[in-house]
């Protein structure tokens, strides 16, 4: 792994979330990434952060080596649990050699992004604004951030059948708050 690359993303990361996040590893796992974490209040935003570091270099692109992605998640108040579920994904898209672009779905082979929630699958999307934006890394490479948000399985059907702007329409109806882990189903899905 390069580390001038993870040392950039760690970089961003300082500039767009803020300075000092925890760093969390699986003690028990040797060979697996950990995740970075900026508890609310610590970060630049509202809300509990966690994100991956080093999955751009660990999972290319089939055809183009020099893009990269990296996982964020934004939730209301976070805890072990969520944190720990974060990180199994990231894990399990490295094992398997996975990469995510925006609108790709990834569900858990138990069909739970973690077990008391309702959420199925973790959907990848790409913010429009600075949030945390691309970053161009030295060696002319580049990595994109993506958000990976819980959802139904009533949302991830939608994306399945009707592509991610599918989706992005109805919440549009009924806009979510996604980083809300107790939030309800959009109403325009409620059967």
Not at 104 to 121: A, E, I, M, Q, W
Not at 165 to 171: A, K, Q, S
């Amino acid at each position: 792994m390069n580390l001038g690359s993870v040392k950039a993303v760690d970089a961003h990361y300082e500039t767009h979330f803020g300075a000092e996040p925890e760093y969390w590893k699986f003690d028990n796992r040797p060979g697996t990434i950990g995740v970075l974490e900026w508890p609310s209040g610590t970060s630049r935003h509202r809300f509990h952060l966690y994100a991956t570091v080093g999955l751009h270099a660990l999972v290319p692109a089939p055809l183009n080596h020099g893009h990269g992605f990296e996982l964020y998640t934004c939730v209301s108040t976070g805890n072990e649990t969520f944190r720990a579920a974060f990180a199994m994904m990231a894990n399990d898209l490295i094992s398997s050699g996975t990469f995510l672009e925006p609108g790709h779905l990834v569900t858990p082979s138990n069909s739970r992004v973690l077990n008391g929630l309702p959420f199925r699958s973790w959907l990848m999307l790409e913010r429009t604004d600075d949030f945390i934006p691309p970053l161009q890394l030295d060696n002319g490479h580049h990595v994109v951030f993506l958000d990976a948000t819980p959802v139904f399985a009533e949302e991830a059907r939608r994306v399945r059948e009707h592509g991610l702007e599918g989706l992005l329409d109805l919440w549009d109806e009924d806009p979510p708050i996604l980083s809300d882990l107790n939030r309800s189903l959009p109403g325009p899905l409620e059967v």
